[in-house]
């Protein structure tokens, strides 16, 4: 019977033994771990052709283009000018509706954060009798929950203010 059972020391035994394997691999693997980042920081030889801007540039360009079939191929170096001409040309303002349908109806249809709702003659009241400007300026920099130009970031002051007229002219 006593054969069955362990005695203490042999417990004590395996477990400094089991711990000094794990330390002795942990640190092995420290040390492999070192000699890889060391040895391979800086090891690839850059070629000078590749770090000329011509190469940069192709290497961080549009990754596809777009041709409309039957149409001649153009060349990337014609097509990105014309791609900087329509990026700058300015684009058409909003009237207030669309303005309303894709920024504001979110919070001004639902109520969400308490915001009034569009037609309601009661909750509108007080904010109509400060005028259009105090409530343009109220959208503008935010108020409440609703965060600076209700969201819409690239609306411009006058896109904001057709909004607010169309939301007034309904809530009268």
Do not use: F
């Not at 961080?60 to 283009?65: F, L, N, S």
């Not at 990026?87 to 920024?103: C, I, Q, R």
């Not at 203010?161 to 002219?169: F, G, L, Q, R, S």
Request: glycine share 8%.
């Amino acid at each position: 019977m006593s054969a069955a059972q362990p005695n203490a020391s042999s417990n004590a035994v395996s477990l400094a033994i089991w711990i000094a394997v794990g330390t002795v691999a942990l640190v092995i693997g420290i040390i492999m771990l070192t000699r890889l980042a060391v040895s391979s920081y800086g090891s690839r030889s850059l070629d000078p052709a590749a770090m000329t801007p011509e190469a940069l540039a192709a290497r961080i360009g549009p990754v596809a283009k777009v041709q409309l079939e039957g149409a001649a191929p153009v060349a990337a170096a014609a097509a990105a000018p014309k791609v900087a001409a329509v990026a700058a040309a300015p684009a058409k303002a909003k009237d207030g509706k669309s303005v309303y349908d894709t920024v504001c109806m979110a919070c001004h249809m639902t109520g969400a954060a308490n915001a009034p709702k569009l037609g309601d003659k009661a909750a509108w009241a007080p904010r109509i009798k400060t005028g259009n400007d105090a409530l343009v300026a109220s959208v503008i920099k935010g108020k409440g929950a609703m965060p600076p130009k209700g969201g819409g970031t690239a609306l411009s002051d006058a896109e904001i203010k057709a909004a607010v007229e169309y939301i007034v002219a309904q809530s009268k």
